[in-house]
């Protein structure tokens, strides 16, 4: 299977890669990493989120091309170019009809159509760790780095159908890109924010939302007694349980 890490960070890809193979391990099932190969450094608001959709959709008809690809997950929490590798379109959540490029600024790409489908499953992380963090009923919240990804995060969550099990979301202070620099720092505030969602929320689970953010949600899934969700290990296990399934 393919990993298409939406941001621009090979650094990410990498690491998002490696926790996929040890999510991976005893399948038989190999997984290799790409990058968009233009697009947003990182994922931080509705604009950039739709920015990155046109750089996932053609990292991933590339690895397709390329061969060797039985599957499809898209690295990012919310999802961008999900939809449009099913052959489903979305409006912009922005409302912006312009793509982004940093160099240039933007330029015109118009509303998110339909697309031809892909032939091989296409999950995204944040719809598989919503969905394991909301099975049997389990109310869950999620903790992340994204403020301004609020009213996008609700929105998913809404059209997953998760609403009624859904206690809200909380998120870390100050910039997630000074927080991404700092991983010990970028630790004790995720936990903060699970303790919050736990303590103040009253959450069963909870989603940690981002795929930059794995290995911190590693790390609190060993530390916390509540159930921590780590998006992408939870897209690789619904990608299993897909590939397995008799056709």
């Not at 600024?105 to 719809?127: M, S």
């Not at 936990?191 to 989603?207: I, L, P, Q």
């Amino acid at each position: 299977m393919v990993l298409v890490n939406p941001n621009t960070s090979a650094a990410t890809t990498r690491m998002m890669t490696a926790l996929a193979r040890r999510a991976l391990t005893g399948t038989g099932l190999r997984v290799r990493g790409v990058t968009a190969a233009d697009g947003p450094p990182m994922l931080t608001d509705p604009h950039t989120l739709d920015a990155a959709v046109p750089y996932v959709v053609a990292a991933a008809h590339a690895a397709l091309a390329s061969g060797d690809c039985a599957a499809l997950i898209v690295a990012a929490f919310g999802d961008p170019g999900v939809p449009e590798l099913r052959g489903r379109g979305l409006g912009r959540t922005t409302g912006d009809t312009t793509a982004y490029d940093a160099g240039a600024g933007p330029g015109p790409l118009g509303p998110r159509a339909a697309t031809t489908p892909v032939p091989v499953p296409v999950v995204g992380i944040g719809e598989a760790a919503l969905a394991e963090a909301a099975a049997d009923g389990r109310r869950f919240g999620i903790a992340t780095t994204t403020p301004r990804l609020a009213g996008s995060i609700a929105a998913h969550v809404e059209r997953l159908g998760l609403a009624p099990s859904y206690t809200g979301t909380r998120f870390t202070a100050g910039a997630p890109e000074r927080l991404a620099a700092r991983p010990e720092s970028l630790l004790a505030a995720l936990e903060a924010a699970v303790r919050a969602c736990v303590v103040r929320d009253g959450a069963e689970a909870v989603v940690i939302g981002g795929g930059p953010l794995g290995e911190a949600a590693e790390v609190l899934r060993s530390r916390l007694a509540v159930a921590v969700v780590a998006p992408v290990p939870a897209a690789c296990r619904r990608i299993a349980r897909m590939l397995a399934a008799p056709s």
